[in-house]
């Protein structure tokens, strides 16, 4: 074994976690809380709860140029801002310098993240919802991708451990293709979102539109370190309260208190180091980015938390005699198979009713309309597998008076009250996976650490194209039907990245020459590394995915601590 | 600011709710004095006719007004650290070409223009059909070369283009800088930094004016 580590510093732990966002952050607490001793590694810097959350009260006059980027300063983020709204003053400390974190696109990917403890945890939008088996057999029954090795049953106690933990805000439907979770009171629809909410129930049999569920706290439980949501809609600065899902808040916090943890920032992991002879990885290869030190750290188990990408990279990159092509790569599926939401599709309109209504506080969820297309997996329309809208009503503010010429005394008295009410639904769609949608490691084009950056070659396909004319004309019908004038649908050019959902690059499956991981998310050939991000995923449903990455972490993180403490993987 | 520094306390003793602070100083984010500040990007007459145009797009009344809120040097500041090198180059033109519009009006230097003057010559372009509006925002939305493939350099629609695109950012930029305003933000309209609680349908009579954030 190498011996570069200082000498005050420990090496050996019973399992190391690569990552600390939203799958890093289980996978420690679930391993802390079982007894064993983790280090957790992440390669970004720290952000204390709370503490670091430089812009958390800021209001846009707060800001020299409310909020937006001196053209200097937004030449560093150019990739990080297509998605709209990552990269203005409140937030763009938490996603990369493009330039520093440079990749390649034959076709374009928008490979949105940022580098510190919490990682996206921080910044996500917090959507949860449940697969039901309509998502786990998908696979099977059309025939595309690999099928999955588990079934909703399979998970069922694992969300129910998560959601009591997280506290996600709903309203239960008992819905089979979106199943309830354990509930924290709903945030209420608005006036327009009730509206469209009735229109619907009214016009059509097949489809309804239900409250958001989003990982906000809400209601009466006490949860350690947090409280409610107040309703400032800030959720993506980090929160004071501590009112949304994050590592920092919650996860870390409850490792950190079963003084298990070590937690080790600004540590890029690069490769997992397997030894032949006990067919089994034995620890991690990591460089300090303060120090610039090599150094090692072993363990008996590894968790892959790192992010669908990084976590790719790490595995292509852990070459040996018996992985040529990448731990664990014996079914070539390693960096394939990649997918993402499609969305910026769907439709706008106005409401002429509730002149007179207004509302009070900013939610940070709005209604949701679960698939209602191809249900049980039966092919009725020209696409396989669906989606979901979601959207939210609002009552605009001076922007309204944008494309227009008035001005004068009566222009800035008008623009002092709300204008009409609008609502806006926007669809996300299911992307089948696709073996050529693939990222590789690039050894010609080195990072500042010497390490090969990825390249990204995917695209959606004709399925999320056909799915996407049909996503605008629903959205359309159906906001026709709720009574609402000046219905206009919309699709906007969408690409794979933009929706942050990417998963799929070390798919699960029964078989070893089809897939990387087995039903435990262990790699199917070194079962002491786990992989529980969203790497793992063998195919993207419609719902958002966080909830279930949990989920997944929950459930392999305990299947690990059972595996250690019956020393299945021995002799180190 | 005292009152960062109140709200941060009340958040760690987690679960507080917090009315609206009515009771801190306020504190304008551009604190120069209307007459003296230095342009970093508008030159020659700019300065004079951006603010003439800001004071006439949202005059003071009971309210204060653009120019009392220093959007002037707002626009100025924002051409010159954030707008992108094509939108500089356009207002510069656009600009130009107003000035130039003014003295075949009035035939007067520009710097001694009134305020009906402006007004009158503002109202000339703004104060077009709907129909006219329709077709000048269609143009606005091309590329400026695309302008200019497709009317020729220096057109009448070409100069239409840039006048139009300098009076519609002045006219936005008045608008943005004035309803995100710490003043109007905070005072006037309906200020609820941490609003506690949600009420998705109550009468609008309840709340005022609308809601700044």
Known sequence: ?572 | MNRRNALKKMSLALGYTLAAPTLFSMLYSCTSEAETWQPLFFINNQKYIVTQLADIILPPNEIVGAVDLNIPEFIDKMYANVASEEAMDIFKKGGYLFEKSFIEHFNKDPASGSKEEYNALLDTYFGISDESQEKIFQLTKFDEQEVIDQYGLNSKNHDDYLIYKFLLSVRYHSLYGFYTSEKIGEEVLSYDPIPGTYMGCIPLSDVGNAWSL
């Open chain 1, 1 to 572: 074994m190498a011996d570069n580590n200082s000498t005050e510093e420990k090496q050996n732990f019973d399992v190391i976690v690569i990552g600390t966002g939203v799958t890093g952050g289980w996978a420690a607490k679930e391993l802390c809380e079982n007894g064993l001793n983790t280090l957790v590694l992440e390669r970004g810097r720290m952000v204390e709860h709370i503490t670091d959350y430089p812009t958390m009260y800021d209001d846009p006059w707060d800001y020299e140029f409310k909020g937006e980027l001196k053209r200097e300063e937004a030449k560093k983020q150019l990739k990080q801002a297509r998605t709209g709204y990552t990269i203005n003053e409140a937030s763009k400390h938490w996603f990369v310098n493009d330039l520093e974190h440079p990749y390649e696109e034959t076709k374009r990917f928008d490979w949105i993240r940022g580098y510190h403890v919490g990682g996206k945890s921080l910044m996500w939008a917090r959507m949860s919802f449940r697969w039901s088996d309509m998502d786990f057999e998908a696979n099977l029954k059309d025939g595309h991708g690999v099928d999955w090795p588990i079934r909703y049953k399979d998970l069922v106690p694992w969300y129910e451990k998560v959601e009591k933990f997280v506290g996600i805000s709903g309203k239960s439907e008992g819905l089979s293709q979106l199943p309830d979770s354990i509930f924290t009171p709903p945030m209420e629809l608005n006036c327009v979102e009730k509206d469209f909410q009735d229109g619907v129930a009214q016009n059509f049999d097949d489809r309804m539109v239900i409250h958001g569920r989003v990982a906000n706290l809400t209601g009466d439980e006490l949860r350690e370190g947090r409280s409610n949501c107040q309703y400032r809609n800030r959720c993506i600065r980090g929160c004071p309260y501590g009112a949304y899902f994050s590592s920092n808040a919650s996860t870390l916090p409850a490792a950190e208190r079963t003084g298990n943890m070590t937690l080790r920032p600004n540590s890029i992991v690069h490769e997992i180091i397997y030894d032949e002879e006990q067919k089994l990885a034995i620890g991690v290869r990591v460089i300090d980015t303060i120090t610039h030190e090599n150094l090692e750290f072993y363990a008996k188990i590894i968790f892959c938390c790192a992010g669908t990408m990084p976590t790719a990279g790490i595995l292509l990159k852990s070459k040996s005699k018996r992985f040529p092509n990448g731990l664990g790569n014996d079914s070539g599926e390693l960096g394939h198979n990649i997918m993402d939401h499609h969305f910026k599709v769907g439709a706008t309109a106005i409401s002429e009713n509730h002149e007179e209504e207004y509302y009070k506080g900013r939610k940070p969820t709005g209604f949701f309309v679960p698939r209602f297309r191809n249900l049980d997996n039966k092919k009725e329309m020209n696409f396989v597998r669906g989606y979901g809208m979601q959207g939210g009503a609002s009552r605009t503010d001076w922007r309204r008076a944008i494309g227009e010429m008035s001005y004068g005394e009566e222009l800035k008295e008008a623009l002092l009250k709300p204008g009409e009410w609008e609502i806006g639904v926007n669809c996300f769609g299911e992307c089948l996976p696709y073996h050529e949608n693939k990222v590789t490691l690039n050894n010609e084009k080195l990072d500042e650490w010497g390490l090969p950056t990825l390249t990204f070659d995917v695209e959606f396909k004709e399925n999320e194209m056909l799915m996407r004319e049909d996503a605008e004309k629903q959205a359309v019908a159906m906001l026709k039907a709720a009574g609402f004038k000046n219905v206009k649908g919309y699709q906007e050019p969408c690409f794979p990245g933009n929706g942050i959902h990417e998963m799929g690059t070390a798919r699960m499956g029964r078989d070893p020459k089809t897939s990387v991981l087995n039903e435990n998310n262990q790699i199917h050939a070194v079962p002491n590394v786990y992989v529980t991000d969203g790497a793992c995923m063998a195919s993207s449903a419609s719902q958002n995915p966080s909830l279930t990455y949990m989920t997944l972490t929950a459930r392999a993180a305990n299947h690990a601590a059972k595996q250690f403490k019956k020393n299945k993987f021995k002799n180190i």
